[in-house]
């Protein structure tokens, strides 16, 4: 079993940044990729960001590539979601997510455990 926490979301204004933070216990968090995927209010959960177990790898989507970083620190079991430059567009529950199995990491289909979400809102 897999535990995953979020922590970080909050109110900002447009322009401003912030950073999520995902906590893992359970298994072997640095064996495997995580990503963070967002919900907005009567939309499906969308892919965000992936990276490989080691962080060698990352994958954006387009609508946040530039603007937000994907990192993660398995000596502390932990990974994060640097958001730069935030728009209210951005306005979600950002979730993390880890894939024990395999499959492309941009479809939450293929993740098998999630974290609670974190609300993120930013205003005009």
């Known amino acids: 079993q897999v535990q995953l926490v979020e922590s970080g979301g909050g109110l900002v204004q447009a322009g401003g940044s912030l950073r999520l933070s995902c906590a893992a216990s359970?298994?072997?968090?640095?064996?495997?990729?995580m990503g963070w995927f967002r919900q907005a209010p009567g939309k499906e959960r969308e892919f965000v960001a992936a990276?490989?177990?080691?962080?060698?790898?990352?994958y954006y989507a387009d609508s946040v590539k530039g603007r937000f970083t994907i990192s993660r620190d398995n000596a502390k079991n932990t990974g994060y979601l640097q958001m730069n430059s935030l728009k209210p567009e951005d306005t979600a529950v950002y979730y993390c997510?880890?894939?024990?199995?395999?499959?492309?990491?941009?479809?939450?289909?293929?993740?098998?455990?999630w974290g609670q979400g974190t609300q993120v809102t930013v205003s005009t």
């Open positions: 359970g298994r072997t968090f640095s064996s495997y990729p």
């Open positions: 997510a880890l894939r024990l199995g395999y499959g492309v990491l941009t479809l939450l289909e293929n993740y098998e455990y």
């Open positions: 990276i490989s177990y080691n962080g060698g790898s990352t």
